[in-house]
């Protein structure tokens, strides 16, 4: 099945400066990675995804890259205000045997997370 | 409602008791999904439905866990003879359940039910 590796565990950063977060996974069937924001005792927020067909997509200050070869995808937040701190998990998804409209659903297997903290 | 719902939000049993744990997704939204999320990890699956059958159950830890999902909307996570291993955050996430062949449909998370074991 399939494995996600996410790192660092924790990243500290000034206002304004970047901040990356990356993640590997295992399973080359798996074709859709979201990123998702969680503060504290909050429910996690999709943040951005990237589908297999695309290497990157970027939506603001936030911006995620996918090298399918690799097996790794990266997210990258720019000008980092204090309200980005929280924690960013990232995620790949299980394909299921369960086909829908020629696409494909499963549950989706999280990296451990990467608690993010931006210096004012 | 705007987005997926839980109740409770917080539950606190006694080590060996039966609990319920309710989920409501986005209306319209035939695909449903549990997780588990323990503190400081990130959410671990537990169990998906596709409309009203389970289309992957795998990620159950035992057979004290089981879900339904009886008319393809409301969701029930169902923990018999519950143990203190079982205090964690239940979250339930719902998506549209169709999409084209470049990869599945966006998750939508509710707010999770907090569970305690004492």
């Known amino acids: 099945g399939e494995n996600v590796e996410q790192h660092p565990s924790t990243l500290s950063v000034q206002e304004g400066d970047s901040a990356v977060i990356k993640c590997t996974y295992s399973d080359s069937a798996s074709n859709y990675f979201p990123w998702y924001k969680q503060e504290l005792g909050k429910r996690p927020q999709l943040i951005i995804d990237i589908r297999s067909n695309v290497g990157e997509k970027k939506d603001q200050r936030i911006a995620v890259t996918l090298n399918k070869t690799a097996k790794h995808f990266s997210l990258h937040i720019t000008e980092t205000q204090p309200e980005d701190s929280a924690v960013y998990f990232c995620a790949a998804i299980q394909p299921s045997p369960v086909m829908n409209y020629g696409g494909s659903q499963g549950n989706l297997i999280f990296g451990k997370g990467t608690k993010l903290s931006v210096k004012p | 409602g705007a987005g997926v719902s839980q109740t409770p939000s917080n539950k606190v049993t006694e080590k060996g008791k039966y609990v319920e744990l309710r989920c409501d997704p986005i209306?319209?939204?035939?695909?449903l999904y549990w997780y588990r999320q323990s503190l400081g990890q990130g959410p671990e699956f537990l169990i998906y439905f596709q409309g009203t059958g389970a289309a992957d159950d795998s990620g159950l830890p035992n057979d004290r866990f089981f879900a339904v999902r009886p008319e393809g909307s409301v969701s029930t996570l169902k923990i018999q003879r519950t143990e203190r291993g079982d205090s964690a955050v239940y979250l339930c996430a719902s998506s549209f359940g169709g999409s084209g062949p470049w990869g599945a449909d966006t998750q939508y998370f509710g707010p999770g039910t907090r569970l305690t074991v004492l």
């Open positions: 209306s319209g939204h035939t695909a």
